[in-house]
Protein backbone atom coordinates (compact mmCIF):
# COMPACT_ATOMS: atom_id res chain seq x y z
CA UNK A 1 0.00 0.00 0.00
CA UNK A 2 3.03 2.30 0.74
CA UNK A 3 4.32 1.48 -2.65
CA UNK A 4 1.10 2.44 -4.53
CA UNK A 5 0.56 6.05 -3.18
CA UNK A 6 4.32 7.15 -4.80
CA UNK A 7 2.99 5.89 -8.34
CA UNK A 8 -0.11 7.17 -8.49
CA UNK A 9 1.29 10.52 -6.92
CA UNK A 10 3.76 9.97 -10.21
CA UNK A 11 1.21 9.35 -12.53
CA UNK A 12 -0.82 12.58 -11.21
CA UNK A 13 2.87 14.52 -11.49
CA UNK A 14 3.26 13.34 -15.16
CA UNK A 15 -0.85 14.25 -16.24
CA UNK A 16 -0.66 18.04 -14.51
CA UNK A 17 2.67 18.49 -16.37
CA UNK A 18 1.57 17.21 -20.22
CA UNK A 19 -2.29 19.45 -19.61
CA UNK A 20 0.35 22.76 -18.60
CA UNK A 21 2.14 22.15 -21.53
CA UNK A 22 -0.60 21.57 -24.33
CA UNK A 23 -2.08 25.26 -22.83
CA UNK A 24 1.41 26.71 -23.55
CA UNK A 25 1.66 25.60 -26.67
CA UNK A 26 -1.80 26.76 -27.32
CA UNK A 27 -1.96 30.00 -26.15
CA UNK A 28 1.76 30.65 -28.26
CA UNK A 29 -0.10 29.46 -31.36
CA UNK A 30 -3.04 31.70 -30.88
CA UNK A 31 -0.45 35.11 -30.60
CA UNK A 32 0.85 33.60 -33.60
CA UNK A 33 -2.11 33.41 -35.51
CA UNK A 34 -2.91 37.23 -33.81
CA UNK A 35 0.44 39.08 -35.25
CA UNK A 36 0.04 37.41 -38.72
CA UNK A 37 -3.45 38.85 -39.47
CA UNK A 38 -2.31 42.39 -37.70
CA UNK A 39 0.72 42.10 -40.35
CA UNK A 40 -1.72 41.87 -43.20
CA UNK A 41 -3.29 44.83 -44.81
CA UNK A 42 -7.41 44.80 -44.10
CA UNK A 43 -9.72 44.25 -46.61
CA UNK A 44 -13.11 46.14 -46.73
CA UNK A 45 -15.43 43.67 -47.09
CA UNK A 46 -18.17 44.76 -50.05
CA UNK A 47 -21.49 45.23 -48.91
CA UNK A 48 -24.09 43.57 -50.68
CA UNK A 49 -26.27 45.92 -52.71
CA UNK A 50 -29.91 47.07 -51.26
CA UNK A 51 -32.52 45.21 -52.85
CA UNK A 52 -34.24 48.25 -54.78
CA UNK A 53 -31.43 49.51 -55.53
CA UNK A 54 -30.46 50.41 -59.23
CA UNK A 55 -26.75 49.36 -60.96
CA UNK A 56 -24.81 52.58 -62.01
CA UNK A 57 -25.19 52.85 -65.91
CA UNK A 58 -21.54 51.42 -67.59
CA UNK A 59 -19.49 54.55 -69.01
CA UNK A 60 -20.59 56.45 -72.19
CA UNK A 61 -18.71 54.81 -74.82
CA UNK A 62 -17.30 56.49 -78.06
CA UNK A 63 -20.32 57.98 -80.50
CA UNK A 64 -20.74 55.69 -83.39
CA UNK A 65 -20.85 57.16 -86.88
CA UNK A 66 -23.10 55.98 -89.47
CA UNK A 67 -23.76 57.54 -92.71
CA UNK A 68 -26.74 59.91 -93.52
CA UNK A 69 -29.04 57.47 -95.88
CA UNK A 70 -30.58 60.49 -98.22
CA UNK A 71 -28.51 63.86 -97.14
CA UNK A 72 -25.45 64.91 -99.22
CA UNK A 73 -23.50 68.02 -99.52
CA UNK A 74 -23.54 69.97 -102.57
CA UNK A 75 -21.51 72.94 -103.63
CA UNK A 76 -23.09 76.15 -105.60
CA UNK A 77 -21.20 76.12 -108.98
CA UNK A 78 -19.23 72.66 -109.18
CA UNK A 79 -20.90 69.69 -110.71
CA UNK A 80 -21.81 66.65 -107.99
CA UNK A 81 -22.10 66.01 -104.82
CA UNK A 82 -20.52 64.36 -101.27
CA UNK A 83 -22.07 61.98 -98.49
CA UNK A 84 -23.14 63.16 -95.24
CA UNK A 85 -21.79 61.48 -92.18
CA UNK A 86 -23.77 61.88 -88.90
CA UNK A 87 -21.70 61.83 -85.54
CA UNK A 88 -22.94 62.46 -82.32
CA UNK A 89 -25.89 64.76 -84.00
CA UNK A 90 -23.77 66.42 -86.03
CA UNK A 91 -22.87 66.34 -89.61
CA UNK A 92 -19.54 65.55 -91.24
CA UNK A 93 -18.13 65.51 -94.77
CA UNK A 94 -14.66 63.57 -95.84
CA UNK A 95 -12.26 66.31 -96.79
CA UNK A 96 -10.63 64.76 -99.53
CA UNK A 97 -13.90 64.08 -101.41
CA UNK A 98 -14.98 67.96 -100.78
CA UNK A 99 -11.47 68.97 -102.43
CA UNK A 100 -12.11 66.24 -105.65
CA UNK A 101 -15.94 67.74 -105.91
CA UNK A 102 -14.57 71.19 -105.71
CA UNK A 103 -11.28 70.12 -108.01
CA UNK A 104 -9.56 72.13 -104.98
CA UNK A 105 -6.67 70.63 -103.55
CA UNK A 106 -5.58 69.54 -99.66
CA UNK A 107 -2.38 70.97 -98.23
CA UNK A 108 -1.04 69.37 -94.48
CA UNK A 109 1.55 71.69 -92.90
CA UNK A 110 1.80 71.12 -89.24
CA UNK A 111 -1.34 70.76 -87.47
CA UNK A 112 -3.19 72.77 -90.27
CA UNK A 113 -5.05 71.18 -93.05
CA UNK A 114 -5.68 74.22 -95.78
CA UNK A 115 -8.25 73.00 -98.02
CA UNK A 116 -8.31 75.41 -101.45
CA UNK A 117 -11.27 75.47 -104.22
CA UNK A 118 -10.36 75.81 -107.64
CA UNK A 119 -10.90 79.24 -109.27
CA UNK A 120 -11.82 77.56 -112.67
CA UNK A 121 -15.07 77.20 -112.07
CA UNK A 122 -17.49 80.17 -112.46
CA UNK A 123 -19.83 80.32 -110.06
CA UNK A 124 -23.65 81.41 -111.19
CA UNK A 125 -24.37 85.16 -111.26
CA UNK A 126 -27.71 85.90 -108.88
CA UNK A 127 -31.13 86.16 -110.71
CA UNK A 128 -31.26 89.41 -112.40
CA UNK A 129 -33.67 91.93 -111.24
CA UNK A 130 -36.67 92.40 -113.39
CA UNK A 131 -36.60 95.39 -115.40
CA UNK A 132 -38.21 98.20 -113.85
CA UNK A 133 -41.30 99.48 -115.19
CA UNK A 134 -40.56 102.57 -117.52
CA UNK A 135 -42.56 106.13 -116.89
CA UNK A 136 -43.88 109.02 -119.33
CA UNK A 137 -44.60 108.61 -122.45
CA UNK A 138 -42.29 107.33 -125.13
CA UNK A 139 -41.85 108.94 -128.25
CA UNK A 140 -43.65 106.46 -130.30
CA UNK A 141 -46.67 106.78 -128.44
CA UNK A 142 -46.91 110.24 -128.26
CA UNK A 143 -45.72 110.89 -132.20
CA UNK A 144 -48.91 108.90 -132.92
CA UNK A 145 -51.64 110.87 -130.10
CA UNK A 146 -50.25 113.89 -131.76
CA UNK A 147 -51.60 112.71 -135.07
CA UNK A 148 -54.29 111.62 -133.90
CA UNK A 149 -55.41 115.14 -131.99
CA UNK A 150 -54.56 116.54 -135.05
CA UNK A 151 -57.08 114.42 -137.29
CA UNK A 152 -59.81 115.49 -134.98
CA UNK A 153 -58.76 119.29 -134.93
CA UNK A 154 -58.89 118.98 -138.63
CA UNK A 155 -62.05 117.53 -138.14
CA UNK A 156 -63.77 120.14 -136.27
CA UNK A 157 -62.26 123.04 -138.09
CA UNK A 158 -64.33 121.49 -141.42
CA UNK A 159 -67.28 121.40 -139.84
CA UNK A 160 -66.66 125.31 -138.59
CA UNK A 161 -66.22 126.26 -142.18
CA UNK A 162 -68.74 124.68 -143.76
CA UNK A 163 -71.35 126.61 -141.16
CA UNK A 164 -69.71 129.57 -141.63
CA UNK A 165 -69.93 129.59 -145.32
CA UNK A 166 -72.98 127.81 -145.37
CA UNK A 167 -71.51 124.71 -147.23
CA UNK A 168 -73.45 121.73 -146.96
CA UNK A 169 -71.37 118.54 -145.92
CA UNK A 170 -72.44 115.06 -146.40
CA UNK A 171 -72.34 111.65 -144.30
CA UNK A 172 -69.44 110.63 -146.92
CA UNK A 173 -67.15 113.47 -145.62
CA UNK A 174 -67.83 112.39 -142.03
CA UNK A 175 -67.14 108.81 -142.59
CA UNK A 176 -63.94 109.48 -144.38
CA UNK A 177 -62.94 111.91 -141.17
CA UNK A 178 -63.80 108.85 -138.73
CA UNK A 179 -61.59 106.57 -140.64
CA UNK A 180 -58.89 108.71 -140.53
CA UNK A 181 -58.97 109.19 -136.42
CA UNK A 182 -59.76 105.43 -135.91
CA UNK A 183 -56.38 104.55 -137.70
CA UNK A 184 -54.84 107.64 -135.35
CA UNK A 185 -56.01 106.19 -132.46
CA UNK A 186 -54.87 102.20 -133.11
CA UNK A 187 -51.67 103.64 -133.76
CA UNK A 188 -51.60 105.29 -130.84
CA UNK A 189 -52.55 102.56 -128.84
CA UNK A 190 -50.11 99.97 -130.24
CA UNK A 191 -47.46 102.05 -129.45
CA UNK A 192 -48.11 102.46 -126.09
CA UNK A 193 -45.96 100.58 -123.73
CA UNK A 194 -45.82 102.88 -120.32
CA UNK A 195 -47.92 102.65 -117.77
CA UNK A 196 -48.60 106.40 -118.96
CA UNK A 197 -48.99 105.76 -122.17
CA UNK A 198 -51.93 103.13 -121.44
CA UNK A 199 -53.58 105.76 -118.92
CA UNK A 200 -53.93 107.84 -121.55
CA UNK A 201 -55.46 106.01 -124.41
CA UNK A 202 -58.71 106.20 -122.89
CA UNK A 203 -58.62 110.37 -123.26
CA UNK A 204 -57.79 110.54 -126.62
CA UNK A 205 -61.03 108.02 -127.07
CA UNK A 206 -63.15 110.12 -125.62
CA UNK A 207 -61.88 113.00 -127.38
CA UNK A 208 -62.81 111.18 -131.21
CA UNK A 209 -66.33 110.48 -129.33
CA UNK A 210 -66.68 114.22 -128.65
CA UNK A 211 -66.10 115.47 -131.86
CA UNK A 212 -68.42 112.26 -132.95
CA UNK A 213 -70.80 113.50 -131.11
CA UNK A 214 -70.48 117.37 -132.45
CA UNK A 215 -70.61 115.96 -136.21
CA UNK A 216 -73.76 114.01 -135.63
CA UNK A 217 -75.46 117.08 -134.27
CA UNK A 218 -74.46 119.07 -137.15
CA UNK A 219 -75.53 116.90 -139.79
CA UNK A 220 -79.02 115.94 -138.02
CA UNK A 221 -79.73 119.77 -137.95
CA UNK A 222 -78.81 120.01 -141.75
CA UNK A 223 -81.37 117.18 -142.25
CA UNK A 224 -83.98 119.13 -140.64
CA UNK A 225 -83.00 122.56 -142.48
CA UNK A 226 -82.63 124.29 -139.34
CA UNK A 227 -80.49 127.27 -139.05
CA UNK A 228 -77.06 127.45 -138.09
CA UNK A 229 -75.12 130.64 -137.23
CA UNK A 230 -72.23 131.33 -138.09
CA UNK A 231 -71.10 131.54 -134.32
CA UNK A 232 -72.94 128.44 -133.40
CA UNK A 233 -69.73 126.47 -132.58
CA UNK A 234 -68.48 128.96 -130.26
CA UNK A 235 -71.49 128.57 -128.08
CA UNK A 236 -72.34 124.85 -128.63
CA UNK A 237 -71.42 123.08 -125.45
CA UNK A 238 -70.12 119.94 -127.32
CA UNK A 239 -67.94 122.10 -129.48
CA UNK A 240 -66.25 123.77 -126.03
CA UNK A 241 -66.16 119.96 -124.70
CA UNK A 242 -63.92 119.12 -127.83
CA UNK A 243 -61.69 122.32 -127.73
CA UNK A 244 -61.10 121.93 -123.79
CA UNK A 245 -60.35 118.38 -123.95
CA UNK A 246 -57.46 119.01 -126.72
CA UNK A 247 -55.74 121.72 -124.76
CA UNK A 248 -55.82 119.52 -121.64
CA UNK A 249 -54.35 116.70 -123.57
CA UNK A 250 -51.94 119.06 -125.38
CA UNK A 251 -50.21 120.00 -121.70
CA UNK A 252 -50.57 117.14 -120.69
CA UNK A 253 -48.39 115.76 -123.29
CA UNK A 254 -45.87 118.50 -123.40
CA UNK A 255 -45.30 118.29 -120.01
CA UNK A 256 -44.42 114.21 -120.43
CA UNK A 257 -46.33 112.38 -117.82
CA UNK A 258 -49.86 111.06 -118.06
CA UNK A 259 -52.90 113.64 -115.58
CA UNK A 260 -55.97 113.27 -116.23
CA UNK A 261 -57.82 115.79 -117.78
CA UNK A 262 -61.38 116.39 -116.66
CA UNK A 263 -62.82 118.11 -119.82
CA UNK A 264 -62.34 115.16 -121.73
CA UNK A 265 -64.62 112.65 -119.85
Not at 92 to 113: N, P
Not at 132 to 158: D, H, L, N, Y
Amino acid sequence: MAMAIPKIVFAVTIMMTTLLALAVIGLSQTASQSVSAQSRPAQAIPDSPAPDSVAPEPASKPGKASKSKNETLTVAGYPGEVPIVQLNDKSYVDLEQLARLTKGSLTFKADQIILAFSSTVAVPAPPAEPPKPKTGFTKGFEQASIEQMGVIREWRSGIAYAIEKSYPLGDDWVAAQRRNADKSLALATAAASTEDDHSAVPLLSAELNHIQTLSDNYLAMRQNAQYIPPDFLDSDSQSQQVLNCARGLAAMFAGGRFEDVAECH
